[in-house]
C-alpha cells in the first residue's frame, strides 16, 4: 500500500458515509460549560497554533499513526507546537483492524507518538474506529472479532502508557461492527463523531461521551470538538 494512501484522518469515513446532517452555519450545539477544541492530520500541514489557541481552542487529537505502515509527517510540529501554544494535546491511531492484530497496532502507535505522561498537558492516546476506507464497512469482521479487536488494542495501549485509550467512534459505525457486548465505556472515555447541532444517541457500552466531534470545518484547523465539561476536568483527564 502506498504511504499516502493511509493518510485517513478522524471522521475521513464517517463524513464521506453520514455526511453532516442537518447541520447549519447558524445552528452550533450548546458550548456553555464546554471545552473547544479541533484535531488534525497531515491534511493540515504545518499548524499555526497560537491562532487557533487566540481563537479559543484548548485541547487538540494529533493524528501519530495508521496500521502498522503509516506515521503521520507533520506529528512533531503538530503535536509539539500544540503543547507549546498552551493547548492539551494527545495522538490518535486510525485503525486498520483487518491488517494486523490490536497489539501490533498499539505497539506501532505507542512507538510513534502515542505515549503518555501524567504532565497535565497530555490526553490519553486515542483509538480511532470507523469505516473501512478500503473496502467492507466492518473489514469482514463480525461483531466478536471486532469487540477482540478493540479490546486486544486497548488493553495494549494501558500495559505500555498506564492509560486506556480513547475511543473514537460514531454511532452508527460502533453499533453495527462492533456492538455492546463489551462496555468500554467502564475504561474508555468516548470520542463521539455526529456532524450535527445536536448529538444523539451515544454507542452501545457508552454511558457518558467525553469528546464530541461536531463538525467536519470550521473556526480552527482539521475537525472541531467539544470537551463535555470545563477547562478543570480536560486538566484532571490530563492528568490521571
Known amino acids: 500500500m502506498p504511504e499516502g494512501s493511509a493518510d485517513h484522518f478522524a471522521g475521513s469515513q464517517v463524513l464521506k458515509h453520514e455526511g453532516l446532517g442537518d447541520l447549519r452555519a447558524e ?3 450548546p458550548t456553555e460549560g464546554k471545552v473547544p477544541g479541533m484535531d488534525v492530520s497531515s491534511h493540515q500541514g504545518d499548524v499555526d497554533w497560537k491562532s487557533s ?3 479559543g481552542a484548548r ?3 494529533v493524528k501519530a499513526t495508521e496500521g502498522t505502515h503509516y506515521r503521520n509527517p507533520k506529528f512533531t510540529q503538530q503535536y509539539n507546537g500544540s503543547y507549546d ?3 492539551i494535546r494527545g495522538a490518535y491511531h486510525f485503525a486498520l483492524p483487518d491488517r494486523s492484530d490490536g497489539v501490533a497496532q498499539a505497539n506501532f502507535f505507542v512507538n510513534n507518538g502515542g505515549g503518555w505522561s501524567p504532565d ?3 490526553l490519553p492516546p486515542a483509538l480511532d474506529m470507523e469505516y473501512n476506507p478500503y473496502g467492507d464497512t466492518c473489514y469482514k469482521m463480525d461483531q466478536a472479532a471486532m469487540t477482540a ?4 488494542f486497548s488493553d495494549r495501549v494501558f500495559v505500555l502508557t498506564k492509560r486506556y ?3 473514537y467512534t460514531s454511532t452508527s459505525w460502533w453499533n453495527k461492527c462492533v456492538g455492546g457486548s463489551v462496555k468500554f465505556g467502564e475504561n474508555n472515555p468516548l470520542w463521539v463523531a455526529h456532524y450535527n447541532s445536536k448529538l444523539g444517541p451515544l454507542p452501545m457500552g457508552f454511558e457518558f461521551h467525553t469528546i464530541w466531534q461536531w463538525q467536519a470545518a470550521g473556526l480552527f484547523p482539521g475537525d472541531q470538538n467539544l470537551f463535555n465539561g ?4 480536560l486538566q484532571r483527564i490530563a492528568a490521571s
Open 85 to 87: 501554544a498552551g493547548m
Open 149 to 152: 479487536w478493540v479490546k486486544a
Open 165 to 167: 485509550p480513547a475511543i
Open 230 to 233: 470545563k477547562f478543570d476536568q
Open 53 to 55: 489557541w487566540d481563537k
Open 59 to 61: 485541547f487538540t487529537y
Open 27 to 29: 445552528e452550533d450545539p
Open 120 to 122: 497535565g498537558r497530555t
